[in-house]
């Protein structure tokens, strides 16, 4: 049974540790914080979650001098400060451990957990005291395993993260900001960091906990804050509140948006995909139908898999095990170009990188797949250009000729799924098809998508929105890990899709 | 809920033990040449020439001295990321400001027009890459046309004269080793202690390594590559004293008709940096620079055809480097 941790905040009654008040900040006119206000005790473990998009992530850059608040204060330890580079946060006591790790592969772990900050001994840098010092840091957080002289690039993930805790440490941190620490960990790995945290905390750390894993959240933290679009939605004693609680405080949002209306029986046709026991790195024993006629919805948290699973299945980051077929034909495909011959297209989630070629114009974007693969029906579909264009509704005022680069977010997307319709696949995948699109051109891209499925396209949509995903799908598979953690039908209510992609992998649908 | 029942068979990998140093580039490389060497002997001996006779090995280290000053020098950029095209014509110019400048004043004189040359040069090249943001490349190339520019309006042919006691440089040897060697040794070991030993190094392999990451630890990235620049054009200042030495004068050629440029950095890449930097040093330079040397003298003592010389190079770089990547993505 998951222990809540009995002992209160510590240092009660005593000014906190850090007091951020009401954070602003703004990115290019789009308010991400609203006036958030969080503080922190000496050993404390504060969680801090949310939505994806909630702003935890922005407000912890904020306080790593990452960004700069538009108002609001950050004290330390009664000090106000105002952090404009990330040095400046470090020199005062702020430590952060991102999900992306700032290490150097191919120096050693001293070199890291010292890098910028060497000690030196006649002019010359004191090897010995670096690897003395690191193994010592190392011995206190019980990981004597990990050698100072040990190059980075030979380590495992969960070394990597010690590595820059020590690194944190090295520098005298008094508040420690984790990010999402154990996304990239393996059950057993996760264990270990929890005790790590626990120990840290008890040392006299304040430590920020940003968490999608609501169990581990409730093992750990003492308090647990919840955002939701930005603003502070509720602090709270973990031990006074209960799993539904806060994901009813992380998702509580009316389905305000209009959605097509959803296939009707019998509107769903025959399978055009099916996938048995597909895994790779990162994905395991994965079942998978795909119905033409019908929008599968794929929900989980980031890191869940989502995102792997369509490019294993777009050939991207092939499966290396299971079987697969396309169209009744069996094929596992290697490369996204055996994928497209099969008739499979993905729209991925970063529109420009992967989806287009920015300075190019709408017409050698639309036309790019099929002057790239051969067995594709080029010159109709340059001839159907224009057809293409107004069947997903582009707006762009230099026509065809028009540089991808200069339209909206919308209009981009529009013009990668004219794009993959030139190819007339059978099956179309769309990774976070509305991300960073205004509010206009999303329901454009929803009547889109559901016009599609209805010619007969059996359509996969991942979505971090889930009202979205709840609006827009047939029916909804959960990710957690890299497996299937179970289906939902369609119009499942978001807090059962939360509990079941933030409970533990080895609850769910095993049998399923 | 019985976690425990599913938990990983596998039991947690422990520590790596200390990678086989055989696999370090720059022990590789050595062995490397160790064989080429051999290799070399043995053709060498079969044809009926002397491989090892005193006349040959001084050549072969005499034609290290100036590859190796420059390519010690270019090691210093790659590893931090950086690369420099403007070598080959820094050193022209560097022959004959240090031929005119010996002329009419001292040969210390000329040294130090030669090393302040160098400054300024490598000065250029590091802020026009830091502060002007332009692609190493390309700002390098930039210099180097604006250097050729200068020395193609200014001279034809050679010019100056270096005294003669500054020739004892050149031509002098103790048994087999000429005195050059030990220029090269000097300049190579300074480097090496820089980046191997102080901070500034440990800070150009962090910055060739990851620049966000270096820049998040608090490192000033951008002075680290503009130091580096500076101590690749002293080396490559040091090469053009050598060179002036050998010719006894300046020439405009001096750099460039040996291709200084590419052959360095093709150099370097042999001796295991990578070419985007952050790995590899200078020991393993020098072990590409003995390389090129040796394969070089074995060519010449054959009289072999030079396309075949040159597609034997061409070669062995591109099957060191397919090398170092399949080793690479092996450890990613």
């Known amino acids: ?512 | 809920m019985t976690p425990t029942a599913l938990a990983p068979a596998v039991a947690q990998p422990g520590p790596k033990p200390r990678r086989v140093k055989l696999t370090d580039p720059a022990v590789g490389v050595w062995l490397a040449a160790a064989v080429v060497i051999v290799l070399g002997w043995l053709i060498v001996t079969l044809d009926g020439g002397s491989f090892f006779a005193r006349a040959n090995i001084t050549t072969i280290l005499s034609n290290c001295v100036a590859l190796g000053l420059v390519a010690v020098g270019q090691s210093a950029v790659i590893l931090t990321g950086s690369l420099d095209l403007s070598v080959a014509y820094l050193i022209s110019l560097g022959t004959l400001v240090a031929a005119e400048t010996m002329q009419d004043g001292s040969v210390v004189t000329g040294v130090l027009a030669v090393l302040a040359l160098s400054v300024a040069v490598g000065l250029a090249n590091g802020l026009i890459v830091t502060g002007l943001k332009v692609n190493a490349f390309i700002a390098t190339l930039g210099t180097a046309f604006i250097l050729r520019g200068w020395i193609e309006d200014n001279y034809t042919g050679p010019a100056g004269q270096v005294p003669a006691s500054f020739r004892h440089l050149g031509y002098d040897r103790i048994g087999p080793v000429p005195v050059s060697v030990f220029l090269l040794a000097a300049v190579a070991a300074a480097v090496w202690f820089l980046t191997r030993r102080t901070r500034l190094g440990h800070h150009m392999y962090a910055t060739g390594g990851d620049e966000h990451a270096a820049r998040l630890s608090g490192v000033r990235t951008r002075r680290t590559v503009v130091v580096a620049h500076v101590i690749c054009s002293l080396c490559v200042g040091a090469a053009a004293l050598f060179l002036a030495s050998r010719l006894g004068a300046g020439a405009p050629w001096a750099g460039t008709e040996a291709r200084y440029d590419l052959e360095s950095i093709a150099a370097v890449v042999l001796g295991g940096t990578a070419l985007a930097g952050g790995r590899g040093g200078v020991a393993g330079t020098l072990g590409g620079v003995l390389i090129l040397a040796v394969l070089d003298s074995v060519f010449n003592q054959l009289s072999v055809d030079p396309f075949f010389k040159n597609v034997v190079r061409g070669v062995v770089i591109i099957a060191a480097v397919a090398l170092y990547a399949r080793r690479g993505r092996k450890t990613a």
């Open chain 1, 1 to 512: 049974m998951p222990a809540t941790r009995e002992a209160p905040p510590p240092g009660g009654g005593a000014a906190p540790l850090l007091t951020m008040r009401n954070v602003s900040k703004s990115f290019l006119g789009v308010r991400v914080l609203h006036d958030v206000s969080l503080d922190l005790a000496a050993g404390e473990v504060h969680a801090l979650v949310g939505e994806n998009g909630a702003g935890k992530s922005t407000l912890m850059k904020v306080l790593a001098g990452e960004h700069v608040p538009d108002s609001g204060t950050i004290e330390l330890d009664g000090t106000t400060h105002a952090f404009t580079h990330p040095q400046q946060a470090q020199a005062a006591g702020v430590g952060i451990i991102h999900q992306e790790f700032a290490l150097l592969e191919h120096r050693t772990v001293a070199e890291n957990v010292f890098l910028g900050r060497e000690p030196t001994r006649y002019g010359m840098v004191d090897r010995r005291a670096m690897e003395r010092r690191t193994g010592e840091l190392l011995a206190e957080l019980g990981e004597s395993g990990v050698s100072p002289r040990a190059h980075v690039r030979d380590l495992s993930v969960a070394r990597r993260q010690t590595v820059e805790i020590v690194k944190a440490l090295a520098s005298d941190v008094r508040v420690l900001v984790m990010d999402e620490p154990t996304a990239p960990l393996a059950e057993h790995e996760a264990r270990l960091l929890h005790a790590l945290v626990r120990r840290l905390a008890d040392r006299g750390l304040g430590i920020l906990y940003i968490s999608h894993r609501l169990r581990e959240v409730f093992e750990l933290s003492h308090r647990i804050t919840v955002l939701k679009d930005g603003r502070h939605v509720t602090t709270v004693p973990t031990a006074d509140t209960d799993t539904d609680t806060i994901v009813r405080a992380m998702v509580g949002r009316e389905l305000g948006a209009y959605y097509p209306p959803r296939a009707r029986p019998g509107e769903t046709g025959g399978t055009a995909l099916t996938l048995r026991g597909g895994g790779n790195r990162r994905l395991h024993g994965i079942d998978l139908d795909l119905r033409s006629g019908e929008v599968t919805g794929i929900a989980g948290l980031q890191g869940s898999g989502r995102t792997s699973l369509a490019r294993a299945l777009f050939g991207a980051a092939p499966f290396t095990e299971g079987d697969m077929t396309v169209g009744g034909r069996t094929l596992r495909p290697r490369s996204p170009r055996e994928a497209i011959r099969a008739g499979i297209a993905l729209v991925t989630e970063d529109r420009k990188g992967e989806g287009l070629a920015l300075r190019q114009s709408v017409r050698d974007n639309a036309l790019l797949v099929t002057r790239a693969v051969p067995g594709q029906q080029h010159a109709s579909a340059a001839r159907g250009l224009a057809g293409l264009l107004d069947r997903v509704r582009l707006q762009a005022r230099g026509g065809s000729d028009q540089q991808v680069q200069f339209l909206s977010g919308g209009n981009q997307q529009k013009v990668v799924i004219a794009k993959w319709l030139a190819a007339a696949p059978k099956v179309l995948l769309f990774d976070e098809p509305t991300r960073g699109v205004d509010v206009g051109a999303k329901a454009a891209i929803h009547t889109l998508v559901r016009d599609l499925a209805k010619e007969g396209l059996a359509v996969l949509i991942i979505s971090s929105e889930l009202p979205e995903l709840i609006g827009m799908s047939d029916r909804i598979l959960v990710m957690s890990d890299g497996r299937l953690a179970g289906e939902l039908p369609a119009g499942a209510p978001e807090e059962d899709i939360m509990r079941l992609a933030t409970g533990p992998a080895d609850e769910g649908t095993a049998a399923a």
